[in-house]
């Protein structure tokens, strides 16, 4: 008796369920309903024998049961492909393959990275591939996206400040546009060297030498703004204010050669390859905002008063040394191995504690540059092209000399060498 309840119960349900999605079909069963219904107390000769179930057959009625009648099953075939025509879904576009992510023991060392256990790309990816790894969780995808829409929102500062200033006539303004370009610039190039940067080991070396060659041009353009507009105003026309755009120059080149040389001593002696890096970009950046320290210091002992600026400077300093500590102390992975791999992890942080800087630092040049412009025009002298947009031409191509020339021996080695440690990066993948 319960075995017949339960039938009776789940004909009900697909019946009900029939009725709502073959509406047309019903239909159909309907015009010849008494051929249909004929078939219903055929096959289901056992409802028929119990005494209180007659009426029972009127829940039958419903052409569901054509699979338990003669032709049914192929009537109901024929029904459910003219359905499935109907309802065609896209299924070429929902086959589409995400790339796969892979463990740190299946990938070559030069591609690891310390305490992240997983999510680590293909290290012989396409770069179709690597553009689409930007769209799927892996231990690169918050890198990307962390500095390529800052790079958009710096972008849009910079255009608006295009539509405030007259950065074609007024020399005034060509330390900030020099800092706006290279602040546009380096967020950019270092999304793009996360995106590409699994495609063979020796492109990850060439896209992290990039990296670093706009990382040591934004400390120039930090360099030629502070040293127009943020130099404190008893240091103006001293020795340190007339040479501080070239000896930022020379830093640049410091930082490039020192960060890419880093590179080449990583898998044998880490540490050591970490200091040299650190140190490539703690000296120019100290170099850069000894100015502002100076002015900090100067407001702090009550010799000048507080301004907006140095308010924005000083949250600029606070995440600055933020930056070069989670830079240097890899934490939160280290204390939790394998917790922060996709989302968390100190280069993520690292990325956004720059860029947040980066915002206070903007706000701070431009606010000293407007509200210094009186006294810096009448006290010191107007900011020269060559000085500005010609220092950067320069440096651009010093620095590009410097990649050029670390690049050189991994993209000259003879070609079955080179063949064969791809294949092998490949191969260790694979295993
Ligand atoms: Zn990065």
């Not at 007259?166 to 370009?181: E, G, I, K």
């Not at 204390?335 to 706000?363: K, N, W």
Request: aromatic share 14%.
């Amino acid at each position: 008796m319960s075995r017949q309840r339960s039938v009776l119960a789940l004909g009900r349900c697909l019946a009900c369920l029939e009725f709502m999605l073959f509406p047309v079909w019903r239909g159909i069963g309907t015009s010849n309903g008494a051929g249909w219904t004929q078939g219903w107390g055929r096959c289901l000769r056992w409802d028929s024998e119990s005494p209180n179930r007659g009426t029972r057959f009127l829940v039958f009625d419903y052409p569901v049961w054509l699979v338990l009648c003669r032709r049914g099953r192929a009537r109901l075939r024929e029904v459910c492909q003219r359905g499935r025509g109907a309802i065609r879904l896209p299924t070429d576009m929902l086959s589409i393959k995400l790339p796969q992510v892979f463990e740190i023991h299946q990938i070559p060392k030069v591609f690891r990275e310390d305490s992240i256990i997983s999510g680590y790309r293909h290290p012989c990816s396409s770069a179709l591939d690597c553009v689409l790894s930007s769209f799927h969780l892996n231990n690169e995808t918050v890198n990307i996206w962390t500095h390529f829409l800052p790079t958009w929102y710096f972008v849009w500062c910079f255009c608006a400040l295009c539509s405030k200033m007259n950065f074609l006539n007024d020399s005034y303004t060509w330390p900030l546009l020099v800092y706006m370009l290279l602040i546009c610039i380096y967020p950019f190039t270092s999304s793009c060297a996360h995106t590409f940067s699994t495609m063979s080991p020796e492109s990850r070396h060439i896209c992290y030498f990039f990296d670093y060659g706009a990382l040591s041009l934004y400390s120039l353009g930090c360099a030629i703004s502070y040293g127009y507009y943020v130099m404190p105003e008893c240091w103006v026309n001293s020795w340190l204010h007339q040479h501080f755009v070239l000896i930022a120059i020379g830093n640049t080149l410091f930082c490039t050669s020192m960060s890419c040389y880093s590179r080449f001593v990583e898998l044998q002696f880490p540490k050591r390859s970490k200091v040299l890096r650190t140190g490539a970009f703690v000296v120019p950046f100290i170099f850069d905002t000894v100015p502002l320290f100076y002015r900090v210091v100067l407001w702090l002992w009550g010799s000048c008063s507080q301004s907006d600026a140095l308010s924005s400077h000083c949250y600029h300093l606070l995440f600055a040394f933020l930056t070069c500590f989670l830079f240097t102390a890899h934490l939160p992975e280290r204390l939790a191995p394998g917790r922060f791999d996709y989302i968390g992890h100190s280069h993520q942080l690292f990325h956004v504690c720059a860029v947040v800087g980066t915002h206070f630092q903007m706000e701070g040049v431009i606010a000293d540059m407007t509200t210094r412009r009186a006294w810096l025009q009448t006290h010191s002298v107007m900011p020269s092209f060559l000085g500005t947009i010609g220092a950067l031409a320069v440096s651009l191509a010093l620095n590009l000399g410097v990649i050029a020339i670390f690049s050189a021996p991994l993209l000259w080695k003879p070609g079955h060498a080179s063949n064969q440690q791809h294949t092998s990066a490949c191969e260790s993948k694979e295993q």
